[in-house]
């Protein structure tokens, strides 16, 4: 009977080299110890089943070598098994160094993540706060024509300009008391400091005064934007009326009506006055400079006017005229100051996880409660989010504000395992070995399954970076090495500070107050010296403190049990949460895709206030694309009938209501035509086109020509002003149609890059939406069938994964649905929600489904076994994922309150369907097979496999 068990003996010899054979356990629980007689008793059938040289032809039982060939279900649970062997080597071999070094390895893992996080600060560290590109998709046509336009050409794909917007919350603002206040306005930005230095390196020249500076798009136009001119008009509303109807300006440029005014309305009378109008718009266009101190004037720009928007709030005659200011530079500020307001959560949560952890691991006991040990874990998940990120810093992984919510999500769920471990290592008998031995036989108990958990949340991470959207991309590229610094840390560091915090309980240190030696009343000061030999009274009293928490928690959980396995509950659960699918699955039918920029700044901002105006108020679109036109011969008038062709086709479309106000090829047709120019060469009839002073004025920035004259490149300006903004499908429809319209051009045919194209930078945000709907189901389906995939060859029983997959998809469905019904719309945040989910569904539904096999008896017996050993830690779990995220309730942005909802969601769906449903359905249809623990070297679950394999045998 020995030899049967060498290979056992072998294995474990070589994880407690140092403690005495008659000491070992055979069990983690205590309470089932066996005697030496039963455990001989118990493995005779093992040494039948696995030793196969046997002289006897029958074991003890009578039970013969030659009996009928293992089951299907046997051959796959003995193969998991021996994957799982090398599994749990390694994390002995972490774990028993860690116990063995505890001050080394807590020094290593606390040097290497303050390395990693120093180094990656000072050396590769950078923020992206560039809208454009965070959600648009990698290689998409928006990125590769704006890239174009920015690199390539001289103008901008961004409109470098900053803009004034003024109202009276919907009142008439035509008169002179309110164009004077644009005035102040005016002459305020250009005595900036930097007004006249950046605006001199301007290509516009103001004729009135002769010389370069910002061309200003706005009502003090009509004064050649004097003051002094301004001043001369007579202080009437009707005379400044008068003078702002005009069709244009004094320097004979047209008047665009819509780019001045907001809502304006004209009489149907010969002087053609305006009656009403809601909004001015003011628009100075900056040069965009290599040392980029136009950057600095619109930040003065912005400071002066809302410093000026505050003064006309608190105008004493109560005249409720508003300022409004947005620049190319506000949404890149209110984004990085949205990161920085709220930085200070990080730390929140951080003392929101370490109050609870020490609270869930504080005993009455001043010597047995272990209240340092959890702030020691919350500092594990800390140093990890140190590694991870140090490590991406190093590696120039741009830092987002996405990549913010991973801290909450790490606190959150990290700490599940240091749960489960803790748990475990309390259930093992400190009276029977010594911190080694019982941290070896808690990584025999939860090694695998706290390993294959950290599998799936780390493939559910990687599975996000096969999205072509950078901002998750970047996200899940730092998440999943954190996952995996996390796994590490709590076998390494978290283990080490449990045999620190086991020493300190042996010298009778108090907790938190490590120092202090405790002296109970009554009792003599030192222990005696037999006590202190062996220990058997300190391990006595751990063992009763820690039997009667451990017995209070399962008797909750089995009183809990057998109220919910009672027929009539059962068939009520499953009703209930059928008829709760049917209905999640029709709200997550009626999800829609929304998005708004305002989402993601402060809910302070003064971008808020300007979409606000301009939706209200603004009669001309926000959307503005250009026809770009390149790689071909502009002076040959095939190639311009062409390009009037496409223009016309964009016009057509139903979400455009009128032609461009300017073209230059129909200007410059009308104009050689005019002039008795016709005979010259395309380069001559252009240069002549721009000598005159208004075509030169409207043309400057919108034909590109080389050192020859020869055109190179050009654009128009199209108005889309028929797309509704809060519509995203109908937005995907343009960018799919404007596209269509491109491709069927024939200088198109066959390029591979396009030579007639549009370009608006709302198209960036446009790209995300056509992807997001196809790659979100696509993450989805992948990432359920990997994460059944991993439960198929983990778990082992191969009708795991008939469990897992149906109880994950099911989860999915209701996340879904409740996110529907908090008005929660697909977008980007959501977007990383919805693939962070996946990972942290399964680990829900893991832990129990792995515990049900490893449990004896029938289907009840094992289901209620499973609640009592694992239904706490999966409840403790749930709470401590929903406090890890609770700070972002209190964020800055409304979009990170989105994200609490949806951990919220996740949290209360995902205990509720592990703690409930799953046991329901376990109890009824669930495999009684038992099978071995996952180590498969503790003596009796190799004793249960035995007996399994031979009870199904006979």
Known sequence: MAESNVLY??????????????????????DNVKEPEMQAEETAPLEVADQTDNDDPKSDCGVQNNASPLSFSQIWTKAILYMHKPVLAIVQVMTQFAARNPWPTIGLVTAASLALIIIGFATNFSVDVDENRLWTPFGSRAIQHMDWINDETSFSAVDRSASMFFHEDGKDVLGYRQVARIFEAVEGVRNLPLFEEVCSQDTYVDRYENKNTCELHCVTRFWNNSLALFEETPKTDEAVIEVISARSFPEGRPVGTDSLFG??????????????????????????????????????????????????????DGFAFRAEVAAARSFSDEFERAILKDLPLVPIVFIIMSVFTALYFARRHPVYSRSLLGVMAVVSILLSIMSGFGLLFCCGVPFTSMTQLLPFVLFGIGLDDAFIIMGSFSRTDPGQGNTLERIRLTMDDIGVPITLTSVTSTAAFSIGCLSSIPAVFWLCLYAFPSVAFVYLYQLTFFVACIVLDQRRIQSNKRDILICVTYKPKGKPEEPAADEQEDGDSDSSSESQIENERQKLFEGWMRAYAEVLLRPWVKAVVVAIFLSFAGLCAYSASQMTQEFSFTEVVPDDSYLIDVTGALENYAS????????????????????????????????????????????????????????????????AQMDAFLSNDVYFDLYREKIDRDESGRVIMSRVALFMDKVNEKDVNEQVDVLMEQREISLSQPVNQGADEFAFFTYEDAYNIWEFYAVAVDELILTTVIGIVVMSGIALFFVPHWTAVLFVFPTVSLLYVDLLGILQWGNVHINAVMYVCLVISIGLLVDFVLHMTIRYYECEGNRREKTIKMLETMGVSILVGGISTFLGTLPLAFSTSSIFYTVFLSFLALVVTGIGHSLVLLPVVLSTVGPEDEVPHSSNLSMSFRDTTARSMLADES
Request: proline share 5%.
């Open 620 to 683: 001309e679109t926000i959307f503005s694309p250009s026809c770009y036109f390149r790689n071909v011969d502009q002076s040959n008038t095939t190639i311009q009938d062409q390009m009037v062709h496409y223009v016309d086709q964009m016009v057509a479309m139903e979400y455009i209501s009128r032609p461009p106000n300017h073209f230059w090829v129909d200007d410059f047709r009308a104009f050689v035509n005019s002039s008795d120019i016709e005979d010259e060469l395309f380069e």
């Open 9 to 30: 003996e072998s294995q474990r010899t070589a994880f407690s080299e140092d403690v005495p054979k008659d000491e070992i356990p055979v069990a983690a629980d205590s």
């Open 263 to 316: 809502h304006a309305e004209r009489n149907n009378v010969d002087d053609d006055l305006l009656t009403e109008a809601q909004l001015y718009f003011c628009r100075i266009e900056l040069p965009d400079l290599d040392d980029e101190t136009h950057m600095d004037l619109e930040k003065q720009i912005l400071d002066y006017v809302l410093s000026l928007r505050s003064k006309y709030e608190d105008d004493p």
